[in-house]
């Protein structure tokens, strides 16, 4: 899932608040995926988690005064602000944020804040409902919208001092695709990319359905990846049980004709498809509309099927069709029955991979096959692949001069 965050350094300004407890869990997070973090400390911080925990997991000094003679010039604060690619406030305080949208320079973490120059800052507010809701916090918070730096949640939700509502801020894994996001390249700025993911479910009956193996963990990827390079994704979605990418608005559905009204529905805005679900071929034309009793078709039943219709082809053929990418999943002969696919569906890009190697595994080999022949990818992770995947779908978009 963090594909962008290996080599990163990345600086976390810890401020009061019983949310302080996660950041353990980010800090290791972060070290998995390969980032540098550097801690920083409000004394309130130290209340509520040790600098020892801190620095066991980042393997790094924790800072937390201004005075530090650590540096050789006793100047931490220019220092820690310059190494770092990004700055993360998390815990973020009402008194943090008062005083940063103030300007106020009376510890470390409050002075590289105003020290950073361009550095991005991103601040995850962490307080009670009250706290959050105070207009004067509203008004620091706009403050620092204005001021270009990053609001981060917070969540809504039970608070450690038993009330309900906003004010908490936000699950470490929330927060790691927060920086994760911030550094993927925006290839895909502000594009309106609709992409279809998951097997459809077709009825028999009311218990039974007729479905495939397709576990929508490509299509989920792709989504993932295309929100984190800016674009606006509608992802349109049978039935799995995969989270929902940050960002990405998804629509349920289940059949493949829900499927195709769906995606017509969000076509004229559409500027790049990518049609990964796997769409079942056939339905029942007339599904029963009562459970089918054994004790009463003592022979098995007969089902008669009608085609489905193939919405990738519908999409492609429109007067003014969005950039089309198509995915074949094939047993044997891959090559020739996927290039086929391409011609037969008019579309400029179609993946093809190995049914038996990728239906519902984490891993994929990609073959693409576009009107200059076809170029296969090395075996890599959905994740991985799908991040290369919109990386070339973007340079299509805006072909070299
Ligand atoms: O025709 P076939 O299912 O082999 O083609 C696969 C590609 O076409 C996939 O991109 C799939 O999402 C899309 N497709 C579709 N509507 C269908 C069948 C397939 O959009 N009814």
């Given at each position: 899932?963090?594909?962008?965050?290996?080599?990163?350094?990345?600086?976390?300004?810890?401020?009061?608040?019983?949310?302080?407890?996660?950041?353990?869990?980010?800090?290791?997070?972060?070290?998995?995926?390969?980032?540098?973090?550097?801690?920083?400390?409000?004394?309130?911080?130290?209340?509520?988690?040790?600098?020892?925990?801190?620095?066991?997991?980042?393997?790094?000094?924790?800072?937390?005064?201004?005075?530090?003679?650590?540096?050789?010039?006793?100047?931490?604060?220019?220092?820690?602000?310059?190494?770092?690619?990004?700055?993360?406030?998390?815990?973020?305080?009402?008194?943090?944020?008062?005083?940063?949208?103030?300007?106020?320079?009376?510890?470390?973490?409050?002075?590289?804040?105003?020290?950073?120059?361009?550095?991005?800052?991103?601040?995850?507010?962490?307080?009670?409902?009250?706290?959050?809701a105070h207009p004067a916090t509203q008004r620091n918070i706009q403050c620092l919208i204005q001021d270009g730096?990053?609001?981060?949640?917070?969540?809504?939700?039970?608070?450690?001092?038993?009330?309900?509502?906003?004010?908490?801020?936000?699950?470490?894994?929330?927060?790691?695709?927060?920086?994760?996001?911030?550094?993927?390249?925006?290839?895909?700025?502000?594009?309106?990319?609709?992409?279809?993911?998951?097997?459809?479910?077709?009825?028999?009956?009311?218990?039974?359905?007729?479905?495939?193996r397709s576990s929508g963990k490509m299509g989920y990827a792709l989504a993932d990846a295309a929100a984190k390079?800016?674009?606006?994704?509608?992802?349109?979605?049978?039935?799995?049980?995969?989270?929902?990418?940050?960002?990405?608005?998804?629509?349920?559905?289940?059949?493949?004709?829900?499927?195709?009204?769906?995606?017509?529905?969000?076509?004229?805005?559409?500027?790049?498809?990518?049609?990964?679900?796997?769409?079942?071929?056939?339905?029942?034309?007339?599904?029963?509309?009562?459970?089918?009793?054994?004790?009463?078709?003592?022979?098995?039943?007969?089902?008669?099927?009608?085609?489905?219709?193939?919405?990738?082809?519908?999409?492609?053929?429109?007067?003014?069709?969005?950039?089309?990418?198509?995915?074949?999943?094939?047993?044997?002969?891959?090559?020739?029955?996927?290039?086929?696919?391409?011609?037969?569906?008019?579309?400029?890009?179609?993946?093809?991979?190995?049914?038996?190697?990728?239906?519902?595994?984490?891993?994929?080999?990609?073959?693409?096959?576009?009107?200059?022949?076809?170029?296969?990818?090395?075996?890599?992770?959905?994740?991985?692949?799908?991040?290369?995947?919109?990386?070339?779908?973007?340079?299509?978009?805006?072909?070299?001069?």
């Open positions: 899932m963090f594909t962008h965050l290996a080599h990163k350094h990345v600086l976390i300004g810890l401020t009061g608040g019983i949310a302080c407890y996660k950041i353990a869990e980010l800090i290791r997070r972060l070290r998995d995926a390969g980032a540098t973090v550097d801690v920083v400390m409000t004394e309130s911080a130290t209340q509520f988690i040790t600098p020892v925990t801190l620095q066991a997991l980042s393997g790094r000094p924790v800072y937390m005064d201004l005075w530090d003679a650590r540096p050789n010039d006793n100047m931490a604060h220019i220092h820690l602000s310059r190494d770092a690619d990004v700055i993360l406030i998390a815990p973020a305080s009402t008194n943090f944020i008062a005083k940063l949208a103030q300007g106020l320079c009376d510890d470390l973490l409050s002075t590289l804040c105003i020290a950073r120059g361009n550095k991005a800052l991103l601040v995850a507010p962490a307080m009670n409902k009250e706290m959050w730096v990053t609001i981060l949640g917070p969540g809504c939700g039970d608070q450690a001092c038993g009330e309900f509502g906003d004010g908490r801020m936000l699950e470490a894994h929330q927060l790691l695709t927060a920086l994760d996001t911030h550094f993927a390249p925006k290839l895909l700025a502000n594009k309106q990319v609709v992409i279809t993911a998951g097997p459809t479910l077709e009825p028999i009956d009311p218990v039974r359905v007729l479905t495939n390079a800016g674009a606006h994704v509608t992802l349109i979605s049978g039935p799995v049980s995969l989270t929902t990418p940050a960002g990405v608005q998804r629509i349920n559905v289940e059949t493949a004709a829900q499927m195709h009204e769906t995606v017509m529905q969000h076509m004229d805005q559409c500027e790049v498809f990518i049609a990964v679900a796997a769409v079942s071929d056939w339905r029942v034309t007339q599904p029963s509309t009562q459970k089918l009793k054994k004790t009463t078709h003592t022979e098995a039943p007969i089902l008669h099927f009608s085609v489905n219709p193939d919405i990738l082809a519908e999409v492609a053929a429109r007067p003014q069709p969005p950039y089309c990418v198509g995915f074949a999943a094939e047993t044997e002969h891959l090559l020739e029955y996927a290039s086929q696919k391409r011609q037969r569906k008019g579309i400029p890009l179609l993946v093809a991979n190995l049914a038996q190697e990728a239906m519902d595994k984490d891993h994929s080999q990609l073959v693409l096959i576009d009107d200059q022949g076809s170029t296969t990818w090395p075996s890599q992770s959905k994740q991985d692949s799908a991040q290369a995947l919109i990386s070339h779908i973007a340079q299509q978009l805006t072909p070299s001069p």
